[in-house]
């Protein structure tokens, strides 16, 4: 009985670490770190976390810690509240509708995704903050942005993979 | 028995499917909600913000905490390579400020003796207080920071923020422990300025670029390459005459500024608490201030 339980709890933090994960994507991404230029540039961490739980482990990120998450996102890179809530939300919605294409795939496929997924994503951000602003927002950082999110996501996701067969193989 | 958990399962599966749909498009209206809420009711959106904010900053200033020291320690390194040279161009820096000096002692002077003749009212008391960066967001699409320091030791919302250089942004939102900084880059940021020599007015427009823009210049009031941009005062958010930037470029219909402050290597900020809530601070911060008096 005290077995199961301890493996119960085991289980338990093992399965919430991809969402606490994220959390600290969501931090680290708006630390300060003093790089000329990084600020206006940084990628969105955390879309790629979700972006990656979707795709191999939905059952470890259901949509209401990717609405948190995406809350968290919001609050502290100062957006329009609910801007990112919405596109990973939608991240997450488009994923799992298409999981029969990207389930099995190779990681060339998946990373595919992202880039098409994110730009989206991306687009759409574009249009409702430059629709609430009224004016049309710079895309030039943006387009920096994205391709430094599509440029840092492989690395990221290597360790996601590696988490994946670590931390949560048992579970 | 196996049968009839079968049965549970083909009936339980869809109705499991709808509920997670259905869970799924409620959290999605509820985001455009958000969005909309946030356009209709500021004040409410704006606490729940804080509070939040309030909560994850100890989080952000240890997490900023080993950043700082390796940048320290990068910075230490260069000034160990650049110590020769900087000590010829500070020994230089010295001789000229020497000069500045002196000018400047007979300018104080003079100008206490023609304050005295004048009658002349000083502006009211100027307060500092200072605050740690502790997270540079926004990305693309916001140019804002956060500070750990908020309500409590008396920082309040539409008061300047700047670094020794220069205008940095003013606070857009506080908490308790925390605030939040619209830097001038920002899109939403709107500055009453003067051309330092000209005396010229006008409005700094933030465009999200690193060069905010000037906007309604008055008609033949003239601005070039190299005039010195400070804040006008007008408005009573800001004091006036706080150094802003240097204009740095002057196409037809587009004056751009470059800020003094630099957003990527400041780590430190001074809140300037100025004594007067101007036209920005409304009910949010007012009601922040009542509570602490």
Known sequence: MRRTVWHRMDALSRQLTPFLLAVVLVLLGVVALHVPGWARVAPLLSLMAVYHWAVYRPDLMPAYAVFFIGLLQDVLSGMPLGVFTLIYLLTYGVVLSQQRYLTGRTFLVVWLGFVLISAGGMALAWIIVSGISGVVVDPRALLYQYLLGIGIYPPLARLFLAWQSRILRPV | ?293
Do not use: C, Y
Request: charged letters at 20%; glycine letters at 10%; aromatic letters at 4%.
């Open chain 2, 1 to 293: 028995m196996k049968e009839t958990r079968r049965t549970v399962n083909r009936i339980a599966q869809p109705v499991k499917t709808v509920a997670q749909r259905f869970a799924f498009m409620a959290l999605v209206l509820f985001a455009v909600g958000l969005i909309v809420l946030g356009r209709v009711d500021v004040g409410t959106v704006e606490r729940a913000r804080s509070q939040i904010l309030d909560a994850v900053t100890p989080i952000l200033a240890a997490m900023s905490q080993p950043v700082v020291t390796v940048n320290n320690w990068i910075a230490e390194g260069r000034q160990l390579l650049n110590v020769h040279s900087e000590n010829a161009r500070l020994r230089e820096e010295r001789e000229r400020l020497t000069k500045w000096q002196a000018a400047a002692r007979a300018l104080e002077a003079e100008n206490r003796i023609l304050k005295g003749l004048l009658n002349f009212q000083p502006g009211p008391m100027v307060n500092f207080i200072s605050g740690r960066v502790v997270a540079d967001t926004g990305g693309a699409f916001v140019h804002s920071m956060v500070i750990n320091a908020g309500a409590v030791v008396g920082v309040a919302k539409g008061q300047a923020v700047a670094t020794g250089d220069g205008l940095l942004g003013r606070v857009a939102s506080v908490g308790e422990r925390a605030a939040r900084v619209l830097l001038i880059t920002d899109l939403n940021s709107r500055i009453p300025i003067v051309i330092e020599q000209s005396r010229v007015r006008a409005i700094m427009a933030g465009n999200n670029t690193s060069k905010p823009r000037l906007i309604h210049l008055p008609t033949g009031g003239t601005v070039s390459v190299g005039d010195r941009v400070v804040t006008s005062g007008h408005g009573g958010a800001f004091p006036p005459g706080l150094p802003i930037g240097v204009v740095s470029a002057v196409n037809d219909g587009t004056i751009e500024v470059t800020p003094f402050a630099n957003r990527d290597r400041v780590e430190f900020v001074r809140i300037l608490d100025f004594g007067l809530d101007g036209i920005i601070g409304d009910l949010p911060s007012a009601v922040g201030r009542k509570r602490r008096k």
